[in-house]
């Protein structure tokens, strides 16, 4: 350390050298150049014995074969091989204790909810599917009936799958005015062909699903018709000879057209009876009944915890209507429960925006004898008289448990009429047959 500082010192010392005085020459540049002049010795070229040795040494690298460099596709076939003698060798240990089968899990994750899930049933099959799966299950049941019935097919297909009930509503009349033309004008054979490239096809028709079906399930066949006056061709939807003959099955399919509706699926209620219990107050939904994503979940929850602040303020009328409002649209489906006077507990799935007048006929319905006069109580009480109002209007959402109440006079003469038998329940015997214990 002590040399570093003194070189640094003489460097200082020559650059402040004065006009005049001779400059030294650093202390670092001279002692290199002095080694550098006691390192420098003549060259010589190798002796002969050294090139006899490099040409033998050269002579046995040649010989020696050269190693070959991987390819690409070699390095893909050796990484296809690793991975499939992992997976024979998986497939030889069997499942990892970690693994579990989709219908396990959904069961599992479904386990101590008041019901697995909202679910609905297909009008064309009869089947039940989960929410989740009613729309796949609806198509795969159009597209199978197409086998059977291709025009019924087609024109549920129209109906069904496109959106935007304006656009089917003006396609299907268009669709409409071709078949009248053939209809009353058979003999015009102008009417008989329909251009794909049309300005009023491809706006109106072409951009509705099932359409293409339809026109071929009814006897038109794509064509390609030479343009006139030049050497190219056009598409054209072209209607078959034989079905000229047949002309009022054009008719009735163009009536079938008009007068389709969408196939829509039912809501299946679950209808569950359930024994007397303390616990018919509690609900664990699974998430097919909010309208709200996993992060509105949790806000929604926050947002409860909030509620004894928000109550304590001073709010309008509008801002509490604006809040009902909002709070009303949260829920598509409600899980509802009628506690009959001897306990029992029926159970039932609805729409959110059902009226309370389906509920009565829900309950009716479960009745030996449906004449039975009741009424529904609300939580706390209140009379549902009004049967217009919406289950969310009522504040029956997500979930709720109602009291059926008898009208007294009537169970007082029925009770008279049984003399003195012992009570019986006034549901269904079918359904007491299949009464579940609610967990």
């Known amino acids: 350390m002590r040399k570093f ?8 010392k020559f650059k402040s050298a004065g006009p005049g005085q001779k400059l030294a020459e650093p202390p670092r540049e001279r002692v290199h150049q002095e080694k550098s002049k006691a390192e420098t010795k003549p060259r010589h070229g190798p002796t002969s014995e050294a090139q006899m040795a490099a040409a033998a040494a050269v002579a046995r690298l040649e010989q020696k074969p050269k190693p070959r460099l991987s390819s690409s596709q070699d390095v893909i076939k050796s990484q296809v091989r690793k991975e499939l003698m992992a997976e024979a060798a998986a497939y030889e240990r069997g499942p990892s204790p970690d693994h579990k089968d989709p219908e396990a899990a959904e069961e599992e994750e479904c386990a101590g909810l008041s019901v697995s899930g909202v679910y609905f049933i297909c009008p064309l099959t009869g089947a039940t599917v989960k929410k989740d799966k009613r729309e796949a299950h609806i198509r795969e049941a159009i597209l199978s009936h197409s086998s059977k019935d291709p025009v019924a097919a087609s024109v549920m297909e129209i109906h069904t799958f496109n959106r935007d009930r304006e656009k089917v509503k003006l396609g299907v009349e268009t669709i409409a005015k071709y078949l009248d033309n053939i209809h009353l004008h058979p003999e015009e054979e102008k009417y008989q062909k329909i251009k794909l490239q049309n300005k009023v096809f491809q706006e109106r028709i072409n951009c509705l ?7 071929q399930a009814i006897g038109f066949e794509k064509k390609a018709l030479p343009v006139p006056g030049q050497e190219t061709t056009e598409e054209y939807y072209v209607l078959k000879e034989e079905v000229l003959t047949k002309l009022e099955d054009l008719k009735d399919y163009k009536d079938q057209l008009l007068n389709s509706e969408p196939v829509r699926v ?8 359930f024994k007397p219990s303390p616990q018919a107050a509690q609900f664990e939904l699974p998430n097919d009944f909010y309208n709200l994503t996993a992060e509105e979940l949790k806000r929604e929850q926050r947002l409860r915890t909030e509620a004894v602040e ?53 309950v009716r319905e479960a009745l030996q004898h449906d004449w039975l ?48 038998e012992e009570a019986k329940s006034h549901l269904k015997p079918e359904l007491l047959s299949a009464v579940q214990t609610l967990s």
Not at 266 to 273: A, H, N, T, V
């Open 266 to 273: 039912q809501l299946d209620r679950q209808l569950c009876i």
């Open 373 to 420: 006069p009741f009424e529904l109580l609300a939580p706390g009480g209140l009379k549902l008289t009004d049967e217009n109002l919406a289950f969310n209007e009522c504040g029956l959402v997500p979930s709720a448990l109602l009291t059926l109440s008898w009208d007294a006079a009537v169970m007082a003469d029925i009770k008279a009429a049984e003399k003195e």
């Open 209 to 215: 699903e099932g359409v293409h079906n339809f026109f």
């Open 310 to 362: 928000k109550a304590s303020m001073l709010r309008t009328k509008a801002m509490r209507e604006k809040e009902e409002q909002r709070e009303m649209r949260k829920y598509n489906y409600t899980l509802l429960r009628v506690r009959f006077p001897d306990g029992y507990i029926l159970q039932g799935t609805f729409y959110a925006r059902e009226q309370v007048s389906t509920l009565y006929k829900f």
């Open 5 to 12: 500082f003194q070189e640094i010192k003489a460097d200082l």
